[in-house]
């Protein structure tokens, strides 16, 4: 096993258990931390692609991994700035409890 | 026979001419005005209608005297202010108005008798509940009559024709709760409608031939010569020329205006009316204008006539004449309503005006017309005021004594009847008689029609002494006391007994000033006329008749007045002739059987023919409307709606499916953006692959 292909698994185990807590957690919070774990399954794969990839010397992977978990935590901060506002609105977390935008 | 006339062509218009349509004009509108009131006001509608026709008066004198003192500067006054009213084509229908002799006199006469009888109404109506629709009506038809006056145009003249018809319909109608009175403005309107039909023809003919309505135009009007020479030079059918059929349809039509045999019918019936109605539209001016329409459309009447001779639309118009006023006459001998009497006296004396047109010309004819409207008038209110002053009696065999009751009624009746008798030399009917009978006299076709009109004097002078003995001698038969008119009522009688005496003296032939005006010609005073062979002689006759009826009057009916239930004088002697003259020829039910009955006869088998034919007709294609209708609601109901509910309910239950995706759960839609995204790399790998 190459160690890009190792680094590839490690990222996709990262995102299968980032979008399995997105998915199965009631809790908004928790939800919010599952696409955290995503995000930053998608972050190793840049720095292992960079790494691994034709041109290592050039910095792009980084960038890209830096841009990123500068959006993240943006969006984590628009995330949890949500989340409280709908607490405050409903007095919940449970995200089964909010379905009142049902078509 | 008439000399021709030359008028003097004018082409300055004077100001009177100019403003003439204000005449008719002032009447109508404040009978618009009137009818335009919210509530009734009695009093402005009578000050409005009888201010209006002062208005009309002093402009009509107006135009007398201007017409007056151009006869006087030796040239006759011929002004004519026409215009365009419609165009097509290349001709035009023309409207316009004419200033001559004859029209100014008429106009006196319509606008100084009407105001006259707008003022006895006051009196006379004072009581009416329909105060103001009456003056309404009254003065609809004062305009409309001095509107055919003024008419330079024959369709104008034709419309105001019409506006008459229609007012005196109204007016006859006027106390319309009476069956009777209904069914005679009915009858009036219907018969008077035959002539008229007969009279449009004429119109559409003169108009075809001519291509002009009006009458003068300069030389080019359907009355002068470059359009009669047309119409002489066309023939139509049975010999006659087309200026000859025109006139005689026109005379149609002014025999269904005035009572003409044989539609005469309507004029007895339509005193129903009030008697102001009566003394103005069926005495004095309405029927008066067919034979101002007869005047005025003399030049076709008389076209191709050689210096002597006549014509034969002339010829019919003097036969007609003469035959009615000898059988109107009879009748009036044998009735016993007041008005009735007169109504058959009016008939009659239309019949001497026309004779008189037919006869000797325009002047000779109207002279009869303007003198007949004063005394006819004088009598219809005479009789109007006998009527009110024995509290709606109109049975003269219920009267009687009533010179004592009524001095001043009396008198003025006793004049108008003299002057309808034509009593010698004091009374203006005498000399306008004679001078029909003049011109009978000296006919060149024959000599029956001056008997006929000798006899109708005879008649006329026995009727009405035998209705004057009736009403004013003799011992009151009624069951009340009478009681004088008021002063509203007797001052017009007064005043029109006053011109029935004074008018004489325009026309006698030792100054035929009436004629010379209306002729164009100089009017000498000459008394050595009378030294004429015939003349005297002529007037002794006429005088010698007149005195016969009056004596003979006296004689059955001066004397011993029979009570109501006693025969009358003549029925005992002769039963059978009273009973056909009591029952007016049995014309009416002539009609009854004849005309009537025909025309109830086709309008059932219209009748039928419209409910079996016609109907059925119709009642098929309903019928194939309604199958088709309902092969189309079928079509609708089944085919169309079907399938657009079954479309509506297959998108509303992929709608229902949709929805149950939208569930609101927000890790429902992350999943299946997760599936999503495993489908899309599973089909991307497999596509991938080699």
């Known amino acids: 096993m190459t160690p890009l292909a190792a680094y590839l698994l490690v990222a996709a185990l990262l995102f299968a258990i980032g979008l399995a807590g997105a998915l199965v957690r009631r809790n908004a919070i928790l939800v919010l931390i599952g696409i955290e774990l995503m995000l930053n399954s998608a972050n190793l794969n840049f720095i292992a692609f960079w790494r ?33 506002a709908i607490y405050r609105h409903a007095q919940t977390t449970d995200l089964d409890k909010m379905n009142r935008m049902k078509g | ?52 026709l002062v208005v009309s008066l002093l402009l009509s004198l107006v135009a007398f005297a201007h017409a007056v003192s151009g006869w006087l500067y030796g040239a006759a006054v011929r002004e004519t202010v026409n215009f365009s009213w419609l165009h097509f084509g290349s001709s035009s229908v023309d409207l316009g108005w004419v200033l001559d002799p004859l029209s100014a006199i008429m106009l006196v006469m319509v606008s100084f008798v009407g105001l006259l009888i707008f003022i006895y109404s006051t009196g006379y109506m004072a009581r009416d509940e329909n105060y103001t629709r009456f003056f309404c009506f009254l003065s609809l038809f004062a305009g409309a009559m001095l509107g055919v006056v003024i008419s330079n145009s024959i369709l104008l003249l034709f419309m105001n024709w019409e ?235 219920r009267m009687g004594g ?31 008689k004679d001078g029909i009978l003049e011109a009978a006299q000296h006919w060149s076709v024959a000599k029956a029609p001056f008997y006929m009109l000798v006899f109708g004097a005879l008649l006329t002078a026995f009727y009405m002494t035998r209705q004057v003995s009736y009403v004013f001698f003799g011992y009151n038969r009624g069951h009340k006391t009478a009681h004088e008119s008021r002063a509203a009522m007797t001052v017009p009688l007064a005043i029109l007994a006053f011109f029935s005496i004074a008018l004489g003296f325009i026309g006698t032939p030792a100054w035929p000033w009436f004629r010379a005006f209306l002729e164009g010609r100089d009017a000498p005073f000459d008394l050595h006329v009378f030294s004429e062979p015939g003349l005297l002689a002529l007037m002794a006759t006429s005088s010698v008749v007149v005195f016969l009826g009056l004596g003979l009057g006296w004689w059955l009916y001066g004397n011993e007045t029979p009570k109501p239930e006693e025969p009358d004088a003549l029925e005992k002697s002769v039963p059978w002739i009273w009973a056909v003259l009591r029952d007016k020829f049995y014309i009416d039910e002539l009609y009854g059987v004849t005309v009537i009955a025909f025309y109830g006869w086709w309008a059932r088998v219209a009748d039928w023919f419209d409910r079996r034919v016609w109907g059925g007709a119709v009642a098929g294609v309903v019928w194939l409307f309604a199958i088709w209708a309902r092969l189309n609601r079928f079509l609708d109901t089944t085919v169309v709606d079907g399938s657009f509910d079954k479309g509506c309910e297959e998108l509303s239950t992929g709608g229902g499916l949709l929805s149950s995706v939208e569930s609101g759960r927000v890790q429902t839609y992350l999943r299946i953006l997760a599936l999503a995204v495993v489908a899309l790399a599973a089909i991307l790998i497999w596509s991938g692959r080699p």
């Open chain 2, 402 to 432: 009533l010179k004592s009751d009524m001095p001043l009624t009396f008198i003025t009746y006793a004049i108008g009847m003299l002057a309808l008798c034509g009593f010698p030399l004091v009374f203006s009917g005498f000399w306008s």
């Open chain 1, 52 to 84: 691994y990839g034709p041109h290592p010397e050039a910095l792009t992977g980084m960038m890209f991994a830096i841009f990123s978990i500068a959006v993240a935590a943006a969006e984590a901060a628009v995330g949890l700035g949500l989340v409280i």
């Open chain 2, 163 to 397: 506006l008459v018809g229609l007012t005196s319909y109204l007016l006859i109608g006027f106390w319309y709760q009476k069956p009777s009175a209904a069914a005679a403005a009915k009858k009036a309107f219907l018969t008077t409608r035959i002539g008229d039909i007969f009279f449009l023809l004429g119109i559409v003919w003169l108009f075809a031939q001519t291509g002009t309505l009006l009458f003068y135009n300069h030389g080019l009007g359907s009355m002068e010569g470059w359009a009669l020479a047309g119409l002489l030079s066309q023939h139509a059918a049975l010999g006659l020329t087309a200026a000859g059929a025109i006139g005689l349809l026109i005379f149609a039509g002014a025999a269904g205006k005035s009572g003409q045999l044989p539609l005469h019918v309507w004029l007895p019936d339509a005193m129903e009316g009030p008697t102001p109605v009566s003394a103005l539209i069926h005495a004095a001016t309405m029927v008066a204008a067919g034979v101002y329409l007869i005047a005025r459309v003399y030049p076709l009447m008389q076209a191709g006539a050689l210096t002597g001779g006549t014509t034969t639309a002339l010829t019919v118009v003097t036969w007609v004449g003469a035959s009615t006023a000898v059988f109107a006459a009879l009748i009036a001998v044998a009735q016993n309503d007041i008005k009735r009497i007169l109504a058959y006296s009016t008939i009659s004396q239309l019949g001497y005006m026309m004779a008189g047109l037919g006869l000797g010309g325009v002047a000779i004819g109207m002279f009869h017309l303007i003198t007949h409207a004063f005394f006819k008038a004088l009598l219809f209110m005479g009789a109007g005021s006998v009527i009110h002053g024995t509290h709606e009696e109109q049975d003269i065999r």
């Open chain 2, 1 to 52: 026979m008439q000399e021709t006339i030359s008028f003097a062509p004018r082409l300055a218009v004077s100001p009177i001419a100019e403003i003439l349509w204000l005449i008719p004009a002032v009447p109508i509108v404040a009978s618009g005005v009137i009818a335009l009131f919210k509530r009734p006001r009695r009093k402005l509608a009578a000050t409005l209608s009888i201010g209006s």
